[in-house]
Each structure stands twice: as structure tokens, then as C-alpha cells.
Nanobody, 124 residues
Framework: QVQLVESGGGLVQAGGSLRLSCAASDRTFTSYAMGWFRQAPGKEREFVAAISWSGSSTYYASSVKGRFTISRDNAKNTMYMQMNNLKPEDTANYYC?????????????????WGKGTLVTVSS
């Protein structure tokens, strides 16, 4: 059982930056592809970004490409997402996820593990 804990959310003005972290409890972290999702009030959860187990491949939703950067440090069992040029429409709860296959994360199909989320609020 892998436990995922997100941190780094908060309130920021439009145009600002935040860095989210997702710490995994298990040393098998390196076996998993990882991803970030978000859910705004009244909306469905949506894919934001994913990264392969090695970190060599990354994938982004079109709405964040060029502004967000996903990365991971396998030695620290931690994944990150640097979010720049934030917009009010980025306001949401952000969740990290882990799965054996990066395609499962990208398609949001039957993901193995989820964190509980961290709130990002972007003011205009």
C-alpha cells in the first residue's frame, strides 16, 4: 500500500508561482508512474500532468503546457510540480496519483493510489 501526501498548495495572485510536492511512503515509488490531477468546485477531476517511473517522459494537459513542469526525485520518493504564470482558472484541489502504467494515469483509468489533495487558490 502506497500512501501519497501532497503539500505546497496555498493562495497566490494571478501570474505567481507555486511548487507542489507529493511524498510517497513506499520505497517502491520508483516502480510507479506518477501524475497530478485537479478538481475545481462543481467540476470533474481532470488530468494535469504525468511522469514515467524514470522521469524520462513527461505529459501535460494542453491547458498547462508551457506553464507547469512535473519532475520527480526517486532518491527522495517525491514528485513535484512547478506551476508558473498561474491563472484564476487554475484554482482547484490538486491530487497526486501513482500507477504502474503511465497510460493509466493519462487516461484516468483505474489508478492504483491517490493522495488526499492540496488546495491551490489563484486570485485575480
Amino acid at each position: 500500500q502506497v500512501q501519497l501526501v501532497e503539500s505546497g498548495g496555498g493562495l497566490v495572485q494571478a501570474g505567481g508561482s507555486l511548487r507542489l510536492s507529493c511524498a510517497a511512503s513506499d520505497r517502491t515509488f520508483t516502480s510507479y508512474a506518477m501524475g497530478w490531477f485537479r478538481q475545481a468546485p462543481g467540476k470533474e477531476r481532470e488530468f494535469v500532468a504525468a511522469i514515467s517511473w524514470s522521469g524520462s517522459s513527461t505529459y501535460y494537459a494542453s491547458s498547462v503546457k508551457g506553464r507547469f513542469t512535473i519532475s520527480r526525485d526517486n532518491a527522495k520518493n517525491t514528485m513535484y510540480m512547478q506551476m508558473n504564470n498561474l491563472k484564476p482558472e487554475d484554482t482547484a484541489n490538486y491530487y497526486c496519483a501513482a500507477d504502474g502504467r503511465v497510460q493509466t494515469i493519462i487516461t484516468m483509468g483505474g489508478i492504483d493510489y491517490w493522495g488526499k489533495g492540496t488546495l491551490v487558490t489563484v486570485s485575480s
